[in-house]
Structure formats: C-alpha cells, structure tokens
C-alpha cells in the first residue's frame, strides 16, 4: 500500500463547521505559506457555505478569495465542495449558469471539484461533472453517506458505479453527519476499491468522536485520502485532526510523510485566529445524539437557533424525535444541503405549529414534487397528498424545466457588474450580490451610500439641486 493522503479541510469546511463560516480572507493568507509547504494531497478552501457568506456577511469577493489565495498556494492542489446543481447556493441553477460557474471557478484556481447532491440523484450532477471535465479539472464525484433501511454497501456502490459512468477521476464518500462507524467505513472503502476501480477518498466530521476511527480502518481497507483539519480548528462538528492521524500512521504503510512540526506551528496560528472568532465558535464537543438522529455538522446547532429564536428551546427534544419519522416519509433523504435544511425546518414546522404539516414550507412542497431530484426511498403517499395535494409530479432532471439563466442575469447585473464572475454572484444571489456590488462600487467611488440614497429621496420627494 502507499502513502495516505491528506485533504486539508481548515479553510472550508472546519470553520463552515465550527465558526458559522466567518473565517475572513485576512485571517487565511498568513497561514497561506505554511500550509502549502505541508504537503497535503489537496487544500479544500472554497465552495460550500463560504460564497454565500463571503457576500451576506462578510463583505468579501468570493472570486477575489479564490484568486488570492491560487496566487498564495504555489505548489498545493486546491478543492472546492460544488453542490451540483445547486453550485454553492440552495436551489436549482439553470445549466448555463452551472456550466459558466463551474469554468470560471476552474480558471480562477479550483484544481478539484467535489461534486455531490443531496439526494444522491447522478442527474443532478451531470451538467456540474460535464462542466468540470471540459475546463480540465479533476473531477470527484461524490457518494453521501447516510444511515436508513434502505442504504447500504450495495446502494452506495450503485451510485458510484453511476458516477464512474460519467467519467469522475474519483469518488468521495461523505460522511458530513460524522456518523460513520470505523467499520461500516473499512467496509465501504474496501468494496468501493473493488467494484469501481477509482481512487476513493474519504470525509468525516467528528461530531460522533468516531472520525479518527474510521479513518485508520479506512485507512487499512485501502482508502486513498482523507480529510482532516488542523488540530485547533478540528473535532466536534469540524473534521478529525490532522496531527493525530499522521502520528497514528508514521512508519507504518499508510505513512503520510508530513512534518509534525511544521504541522504544530500552523496549530499554534489557527489557535489565535480562532479566539477573534469566539462570538460564533460552537466549540467542539462528542454528541452521541448525532449517532440516533443522523444530524450532520451544523444541522444541530441550527435547531438550537431556529427554537430559540421562537423562545422554544425546551421543545429540542420533540424537535430530534420528529425528525426520523419526518425523514422515512420523505424517503430518507440523506440529511446534507440543501435536503438537512429543508427537512430540518419542517421538522420544526411540525412541532411549533401544533399539527404535522399544517404548515408546510415551499422547500417541502417543491421537494414533494420532485423538483429537488428521485428521493431515494418511497414518499409516503398520504404525506405527500397533505403536502401537494393532486399537483403533477416532476420526473423528468429538475433542471430540464428551468430555461437559461444567464443572459437574464448578465443584463440585470449590468450596471454593477465589472466581471463574468460578478455576473455569476448576481446569478446565484441576487440581492445579497446586488447589494455587496454597490458598497463595493460606493466604497471605490468614494460616495457614501446612504448620502446617495437620502438624496435620491430628496430628489424623488421635488427638492431640485442646482446643476453643478
Ligand atoms: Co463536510
């Protein structure tokens, strides 16, 4: 066997995990240097949450991230988590916003794109995966892990069989609830290494305390890389660390080579950084519970804020029960976004309101219809008829109905667009881009925005302004 290889999740995924996603450019860029000196088989720093917050709560250019840190990382490959269809945001994009995305991301630094979808639908991967392939990226398709009746080995070998059949270079088997157990993982990694034929890499979060488990015996069944985290921003809901599985493997087969020390000074970095943050931190704790209701990294801590924005916190456990019946009559959906989120509102939709479905959120109604893709397992019927009554089922690859996009977009966008990519943002965004194009365009001009606007007001209500 050869050396394990290491995806480093720290600039994406451990602090979409453990720090809402805040972690700012200005906070990345000094560890740019260390962290590509490592080693890592691939950086995962983009995609997922991070777009959508870089532009609603950060005031960041996506793009602009991504461009800084390509010319940061000299020698390092650099990954994206691309959801499908879905891009980075929470619905359906039409496919020649998908495509023109999935380009742009690629020719402004993204080696790797890991590309999944919520329900495990292949369809909604296509276009992401096609896109991919033709700007000459590697593509990794993805399987999502889950835990129902109906999904096993053999399901999830099916769906990597599909993946491989559009020409992924990899598969990715994605454990995002961190639920997987170390040998349900030595069992899936073996079987996938038999049956397709492609490198197979592994994702775990650590909310179970099962991840570092499951990685060494992923690791003996022959997996070909893992993600980690470094040590002070991984475990809970982040990723395992990185330090202690590279001491766990040093001069055994599956050695990964990386310097503990330098890996220690990147620890002592990411220690400070995280204070600045702790207003967000959810802190990093085991939550066995994850392990009865298969909520991944993030879905947990979002039931506590959506209940105590209600002042109902005290109906948490009602909330965790409602859960799994929810699920198995939505054909048990792995719990992954776009579906963990749509699942988990209704969920609570169904305790607050007194009555189960008696509100109903639009999510759940499009993904009654089948405009999210084939849930995996059987609908419940008399669910379904509550939901949608008599309305017509999708069955057709829901972006097949959406026309294109992008020109629509390149037009409304005009005004404050200055590139393809700001039209992109516009595309996937709207009033989030909208706004982040103005402060940046204010800010640039030097105009204060809210002078502009107050004379806008003043000039609306009659007041003339002599010209100048
Ligand atoms: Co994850």
Redesign the pocket.
Known sequence: MTRLGLTD?TLR?AH??LLATRLRLEDMLPAVEMLDAVGFHSLEVWG?ATFDTCLRFLGEDPWERLRLLRKGFKKSKLQM?LRGQNLVGYKHYPDDIVTEFVRRAAGDGIDIFRIFDGLNDVRNMETAIRAAKDAGAHVQGTVSYTVSPIHDVCSFTRTAKELAELGVDSICV???AGIITPYDAELIIRRLKEAVGLPVQL???YTSGMGSMAYLKAAEAGVDVV?TAISTLALGTS?PPTESLVAALAGTARDTGLDLALLARIAEFFREVRKKYAEVDVGTTVDVNVIRYQI??GMYSNFIAQLEQQKALDRLPEVLAELPRLRQEMGYPPL?TPSSQIVGSQAVLNVLAGERFKMVSNETKAYMRGLYGLPPGEVDDAVRRKVIGDEALVTVRPADLLPPGLEEARREAAPLAESAQDVLSYALFPPQAKKFLEERLAARTGIDQRVLAQTAAEVERGKVYPAP
């Open positions: 999740t995924d979409q995990s997922g988590l994605k454990d995002m994702h775990c979060h993600d990723q991944p990294g992954v």
